[in-house]
Nanobody
Framework: QVQLVESGGGLVQAGGSLRLSCAAS????????MGWFRQAPGKEREVVAA??????VYANSVKGRFTISRDNAKNTVYLQMNSLKPEDTAVYYC??????????????WGQGTQVTVSS
């Protein structure tokens, strides 16, 4: 069992930056593929980025602006978000998958953190 706790969300002006963090419990953090998802009001949840050991993948809408990284020693995954746009406004969720890369299912989810980008 893995418990995930996100932090770092908030209100930022367009063009600004935020860094989200997701702290995971458990001793096997390094074995999980980690992902960031988001869900805006009235929209379906979408994957933003995912990371295995060195492999990463990004949604086209965030490529070149967002960077996902992980620190296995700290059991933490990060999402650095730069050049934020109002359309990035959403609740952001951290998730962990037991599947090999690239995963098609995520098994553990955090509670989410709100990111609001004002124009």
């Amino acid at each position: 069992q893995v418990q995930l706790v996100e932090s770092g969300g908030g209100l930022v002006q367009a063009g600004g930056s935020l860094r989200l963090s997701c702290a995971a419990s458990g001793r096997t953090f390094s074995s999980y593929t980690m992902g960031w998802f988001r869900q805006a009001p009235g929209k379906e949840r979408e994957v933003v980025a995912a990371v295995e050991w060195t492999s990463t993948v990004y949604a086209n809408s965030v490529k070149g602006r967002f960077t996902i990284s992980r620190d296995n020693a700290k059991n933490t995954v990060y999402l650095q978000m730069n050049s934020l746009k109002p359309e990035d406004t959403a609740v952001y969720y951290c998730a962990a998958s037991r599947m090999s890369w690239p995963p098609t299912e995520y098994h553990y989810w955090g509670q989410g953190t709100q990111v609001t980008v004002s124009s």
